[in-house]
């Protein structure tokens, strides 16, 4: 068994094209063309990045899986003209996760995997960015064999690390990275951006939220560093910053957005001076003139109900002015764009963007039950309810759930209710 360098062939498939999108006054904004960066979306329904698990291991590389042809069909079922699709978090290193199934994107054998999928999406006159994914101290070395990094030797401790297939096991105690492995970190990152790009992807999105590697850097209960790294909001920025000014010198700061949680919670993230830091950190990021910044909603959760999340927050001194992503949108500079996700349906996807609160909004939950919900909200059919049951594989059979939906319903006012929420 070999272990995986980057790939730097480059894949060449049917262009998108852009053309004949004017819209009028009567078009809701929702449906109104946008410039993103390089690209010209002919409307604001954007795909979210979604973990499904459904990559096939590789006989090739150790702990690494790769995208077929189901990969394939599942991205070309969401695929409309001029839309936007972001890609599943995705790892950019062997070290960066090692969970089953997540396909990532340094290998050949997975940069070829994903030429096929962007192929498609093009041939749909659609576009796709490729999210670039560290879990940082959530993996775990039984998954990777190797050691995880983090800002700090800060482990999660409220919770066990918990894979299909795997007993229950406690956290790894995260290695702190030093200044030369942060910059060898960055340069995977960089790595997996070329890859991205000379695979077809239109852009790349840093996933720098939900307790991941950046956003340890980002909260002060996980990174206690006293040197250039931690210490202040502005010095806790400093990983995520540096890392988007070298992804911006690699593939061009319109193909780069972020991908941000200013408010969460998952992974045991509780750090204080929130308003502060991620205001901070939107304005320097904009300042880069990228593509886009992606904000989590502030009540989104993936496991706590509103009441709970709010309580959360209070108890850790979280919220600041207010418990919305107006502040952040605030300080974002043109032409960085602001796309928002988190618990969005047909009752309130229309209103924020009308008003100019954000630019774009990404649906997750609907967009997997509903592979033509482009098309449902342009015209007002129902949705179909989604199966959270099915979210995540590996299954026996990988389309059930995926590219194939069986005893379909159509969504009641309740499943939209909670789908603000969980």
């Not at 000379?198 to 002060?220: C, I, K, R, W």
Request: glycine fraction near 8%.
């Amino acid at each position: 068994m070999r272990t995986s360098s980057h790939h730097a062939a480059v894949y060449f498939c049917f262009p998108s094209d852009t053309s004949s999108m004017d819209s009028d006054a009567s078009t809701p904004a929702l449906f109104a063309p946008l410039h993103l960066g390089s690209i010209v979306l002919s409307h604001r329904v954007v795909l979210a990045p979604l973990t499904r698990n459904r990559a096939e291991p590789s006989e090739t590389y150790d702990n690494t899986w790769f995208p077929t042809g189901l990969n394939v069909l599942y991205y070309s079922e969401r695929a409309t003209q001029g839309g936007l699709l972001i890609s599943e978090a995705t790892p950019v290193s062997r070290r960066a996760s090692g969970l089953p199934g997540v396909p990532g994107i340094y290998t050949p054998e997975q940069c070829e995997g994903w030429a096929k999928v962007t192929c498609a999406v093009h041939k749909k006159r659609a576009f796709i960015f490729c999210q670039l994914w560290h879990q940082g101290r959530v993996t775990h070395s039984r998954l990777t064999s190797l050691e995880p990094w983090s800002a700090s030797a800060v482990p999660i401790e409220e919770s066990l690390h918990n894979s299909k297939g795997l007993d229950p096991v406690p956290y790894d105690v995260p290695h702190p990275m030093s200044v030369s492995e942060i910059q060898e970190t960055h340069q995977e990152y960089v790595n997996a951006a070329r890859n991205a790009i000379s695979s077809g992807f239109d852009g790349v999105e840093v996933h720098a939220g939900n307790g991941y590697l950046p956003d340890q850097f980002h909260h002060s209960n996980i990174n206690v560093r006293t040197d250039a790294y931690g210490g202040t909001p502005e010095k806790r920025c400093r990983f995520t910053i540096e890392l988007v000014k070298k992804l911006c010198a690699e593939v061009g700061k319109a193909r780069v957005g972020v991908r941000l949680s200013p408010f969460g919670l998952f992974n045991e993230t509780r750090g204080e001076d929130r308003q502060e830091q991620w205001t901070y950190l939107c304005r320097e990021l904009s300042k880069l003139g990228i593509a886009y910044i992606h904000l989590i909603e502030p009540r989104f959760d993936e496991w706590r109900s509103e009441s709970q999340k709010l309580d959360f927050l209070q108890h850790y001194k979280a919220i600041g002015e207010e418990v919305s992503l107006r502040p952040y949108r605030k300080v974002m500079l043109p032409p960085t764009k602001c796309i928002v996700a988190g618990g969005y349906h047909p009752g309130n996807c229309w209103e924020g963007v009308e008003r100019g609160d954000h630019d774009a909004v990404a649906f997750g939950r609907f967009f997997i039950s509903n592979p033509d919900l482009v098309d449902r909200l342009r015209t007002g059919k129902r949705l179909y309810r989604y199966e959270r049951s099915l979210f995540y594989g590996p299954f026996g059979k990988k389309e059930i759930g995926y590219t194939v939906h069986l005893n379909r319903e159509f969504a009641g006012e309740s499943d939209i209710g909670r789908a603000q929420m969980v």
